[in-house]
């Protein structure tokens, strides 16, 4: 059945080492979204993007973080130098916007710990 | 701006009725909704309600929506241990159905047997 699939899972790595993320939207969606969430801040937008062009990226630290859409099966948040405080459970998800319905289709996340 | 403000935490005896309140900033959203999050899974949407809407019933949930004191709420019938979960309100901002969406905080919902 179609589903949002982000990889990797379970991401442990060290400060200072560059971190990528991946995510395959749901075939036919055209918005795809990337969250933070962290016990502190909650769900946090980072960026999303149309039509694989970005709309918004105002949530992200630009110094470290890019996200981009290659092709429109693949969205990539890229993180470098990685440091302890971006450890959080990172979320992909996806729309359809014709569908008018507002629902997105979350991935399972990615939980990156930065040590 | 836009902001979402939820309860952090609700605990409930199974059976009981569970009632999930949110308040939003954005008089202008047209489109209110409520996901869920089971433990180690990402969100999933319940419900959502139309702005132009006050009430709308869903098998076990009730949304209400109170446009004049911009507060939306989730109430679950005859909660169940399956129902304990993190909810989520959520309004979509300023550019109607095709802008971001904006979370609140989440509220952990415990039901006890």
């Known amino acids: 059945d179609a589903r949002v699939t982000q990889t990797p899972r379970h991401k442990v790595t060290e400060m200072g080492q560059e971190v990528t993320m991946r995510c395959q939207p749901i075939l036919g969606h055209n918005t795809v979204f990337w969250y933070r969430q962290t016990m502190m801040q909650g769900l946090e937008l980072l960026a999303y993007f149309r039509n694989r062009a970005p709309l918004d990226d105002s949530g992200m630290p630009k110094d470290r973080f890019s996200a981009e859409m290659p092709d429109a099966t693949l969205a990539t948040l890229k993180i470098q130098p990685s440091e302890p405080r971006d450890s959080a459970v990172y979320f992909c998800a996806s729309e359809k916007l014709e569908a008018n319905t507002g629902e997105l289709f979350f991935g399972e996340g990615s939980r990156l710990t930065v040590l | 701006g836009e902001d979402v403000e939820q309860s952090l935490f609700l605990s409930v005896r199974e059976g009981d009725s569970s009632v999930i309140n949110c308040t939003y900033t954005?008089?202008?959203?047209?489109?209110l909704y409520w996901y869920k999050q089971e433990p180690g899974a990402g969100l999933q949407l319940l419900t959502y309600i139309f702005s132009n809407m006050d009430m709308k019933q869903d098998q076990r949930l009730t949304v209400l929506l109170n446009k004049k004191d911009k507060h939306l709420s989730l109430r679950i019938a005859d909660t169940q241990t399956g129902d304990s979960a993190i909810y989520f309100c959520?309004?979509?901002?300023?550019?109607?159905?095709?802008?971001?969406?904006?979370f609140g905080q989440g509220t952990t919902l415990q039901v006890k047997p």
């Open positions: 954005d008089s202008s959203s047209t489109y």
């Open positions: 959520a309004e979509r901002g300023r550019a109607g159905n095709t802008g971001k969406l904006i």
